[in-house]
């Protein structure tokens, strides 16, 4: 029997799975997709494979991955799904198939806890006293942790200050030199994973690892004769952070505070330092707030065009420069100062790079800034080129998945952005009844949207929708200043409870959202993926705009020029694509489970105005299409029997 058949066959009616797990349902699309990932492991070559919400991509690729007899690197888009697949998905499959996996777990170093940079916090008598208490919860968790994952001590939030302070990041690591070494979380977990099998990942360590940013380490990661990569779809943008130089505040006020660090235990260090991290910090407050004038992403041009800003940057890079001379005077003291220094001439060709690179038309140099700081970056506008090589040299398996990877059915742009060669692709439809569980509402009357007053009256249409759930929808933007113009005006209208982004962590106001029962949620970016309401709570889905990336980005703008000169047409190659693969992130989260039902309600007028408008509809689940609030206020009529409104094919 070939490897597929036996894929099949475990996930099929008379499998391993229905026999041990209670509510496991063999479906067709999801043994169709074992088979595939199994032949691909087998033959080591590139598979693509778009999974729509239901199919069960996880198992179909579990079954294979462990039953290949070779080494298998899984990798995830969060680490939230990596703590998933690890500790719950593999387990249930390990049990069912019978068969004893050696597996590891392996995030980025940021992760583990250091125990170096924990004895030195313990020691800093200048923490504020709500640092100080966290500090005493850390310090007692590591007498007890035996993996040093953050994620184990639940009581201190994941984005508290206190945590970067007792965390390592590649730039200040001690590595062999460090006094914990032999103790070291992160080297355990390394270790680990050398010896397994099977390895679970996330996307961000995985592309550290295979661009050799030091973040991994090599001599794991391409052991492997198979890598299965789930939400794929977010690997190209990721691998253009990845392949990229950057250089920002953080990175040197990190440098400034950990020289004081190390040079506090050297007799006399902290003397000859001092005057030049006060040099550093006073140079990085006048930078961020020379770039205050500056748009949130500009192009380099632009900093360089602005006389404070131009003027700081001088500044910076002179102080940066005496910082090196006084590192370089005590490096050889310590094996902490001697990474000081490391780090400081690291910083400064990077920053010489980003100035030196203006004819450059592989890549764009851009800046951006925040409340907090900013950023220099210089991001390559070809990436297929580096990864198709990186495959080559490692010569295993390349498994894509995802539930959106495809635009009206072809996988060409996804292939392209990777630089993946005639791949083998793979499209499996959700098999979810979107034709009687779900209605896409297209609200008629709607003006352009880029017309003054879009949003208000964006809202007055969708208020009816609202009226007929009762609430049980999530309000989805292309924009956060949208949002806010919507929660503004849903204040002193909504009839039911609002949770708007920003207000509190995401996690907590799913948590309310779905203990309210019939709340309105409005959310931008990060909700139009990896969010799951199963139930009616969640009964409506509204996307404000076809979610087209913003005009003005420097990296788009640098993209869409290189397009043109290649005689390529950017909107249709690129623009429409990418927004494509956006809107069926966002509305995959309408229909979770088989007793799901809801209305999609897309607003845009493009969508029935422009002629790309049917690609965007082609590349959706087949459901009814209909511009009556009577059809929408009909499917949530009490006992309603499921119907097809008619479609409205004629007008799009």
């Known amino acids: 029997m070939t490897a597929q058949a036996d894929m099949i066959e475990a996930l099929g009616p008379g499998g391993e799975l229905v026999r041990t797990l209670p509510h496991f349902v063999p479906r067709p699309s999801q043994q169709t997709m074992a088979g595939a990932v199994a032949e691909a492991i087998q033959k080591r070559s590139e598979l693509v494979v778009e999974a729509g919400t ?32 690890f500790y719950r998905d593999l387990p249930i499959v390990a049990q069912a198939l019978g068969l004893k996996v050696h597996a590891a777990l392996l995030k980025g170093r940021a992760n583990y806890l250091c125990r170096h940079r924990l004895e030195q916090a313990l020691s800093d008598g200048r923490l504020p006293r709500e640092e100080t208490y966290r500090l005493g919860q850390i310090r007692t968790w590591a007498a007890q942790t035996q993996s040093g994952d953050r994620a184990e001590l639940a009581a201190v939030p994941e984005d508290d200050p206190i945590w970067p302070r007792v965390t390592s990041t590649t730039e200040n690591c001690l590595g062999s030199g460090c006094p914990y ?16 099998d099977l390895v679970v990942v996330n996307h961000h360590l995985l592309l550290a690892d295979l661009v050799l940013k030091q973040e991994g380490f090599g001599e794991i990661l391409p052991g492997a004769g198979a890598f299965i990569l789930d939400e794929a779809h977010q690997l190209p943008e990721l691998a253009g952070q990845f392949f990229s130089e950057k250089l920002s505040y953080r990175q040197l006020e990190e440098l400034a505070g950990d020289t004081l660090g190390e040079a506090g235990s050297v007799s006399g260090a902290l003397g000859t330092l001092l005057p030049g991290v006060e040099a550093l910090r006073m140079s990085l407050r006048k930078m961020r707030l020379a770039m205050q004038s500056l748009p949130e992403r500009a192009p380099f041009a632009q900093l360089a065009e602005s006389t404070p800003a131009s003027t700081a940057l001088l500044g910076l890079n002179e102080a940066l420069q005496s910082f090196a001379e006084a590192a370089a005077s005590q490096a050889h003291r310590s094996r902490g100062l001697t990474n000081v220094y490391d780090r400081c001439q690291r910083l400064q060709r990077c920053l010489n790079l980003l100035q030196e690179t203006a004819a450059n038309t592989e890549s764009v140099r851009w800046v951006e800034r925040s409340h907090r700081g900013f950023t220099f970056h210089l991001t390559p506008l070809d990436v297929a080129t580096p990864l198709q090589a990186m495959r080559k040299r490692l010569h295993a398996a390349w498994i894509h998945t995802s539930a959106t990877l495809s635009v009206a059915s072809r996988f060409d742009h996804y292939a392209d952005r990777l630089g993946l060669q005639s791949p ?21 009357g709607l003006p352009e949207p880029n017309t003054r007053d879009y949003t208000t009256r964006m809202l007055e249409a969708v208020m009816p929708v609202l009226q007929a759930s009762n609430g049980r929808a999530f309000i989805l933007f292309t924009s956060h200043r949208a949002l806010k113009q919507a929660a503004v005006w849903l204040h002193d209208r909504a009839d039911w409870p609002l949770f708007v982004q920003g207000t509190a962590p995401r996690h907590r106001l799913l948590e309310e959202f779905r203990a309210s029962g019939h709340g309105v949620l409005l959310g931008a970016a990060s909700f139009w993926e990896g969010v799951d309401v199963i139930g009616e709570a969640l009964s409506v889905v509204v996307i404000d705009k076809l979610p087209f990336e913003a005009p003005g980005d420097p990296v788009l703008e640098a993209r869409l020029d290189a397009m043109r000169r290649h005689e390529a047409n950017p909107f249709r190659d690129w623009q429409v694509p990418n927004a494509v693969i956006a809107l069926k992130q966002g509305v995959g989260r309408l229909i979770r489970c088989e007793s799901d039902r809801g209305i999609l309600v897309l607003c845009d007028p493009r969508l029935t105005s422009r002629g790309y408008g049917r690609i965007f509809l082609d590349s959706l689940p087949a459901m009814p299409r209909s511009r009556k609030i009577a059809d929408v206020q009909a499917f949530f009529t009490p006992q309603s029997k499921p119907h097809a409104p008619h479609l409205i094919e004629s007008d799009v």
């Open 54 to 85: 239901g199919t069960g991509k996880t198992f179909a690729y579990l079954v294979p991955a462990m039953s290949a007899g070779m080494r298998v690197i899984l990798s995830t888009g969060t680490k939230t799904l990596q703590d998933q697949l």
């Open 181 to 196: 070494f032999d103790r070291c979380f992160v080297v355990q977990a390394r270790h680990q994973a050398q010896e397994a």
């Open 424 to 444: 083998r692709t793979l499209a499996l439809q959700s098999p979810y009844d979107y034709a009687h569980q779900a209605l896409c509402y297209l609200p008629p």
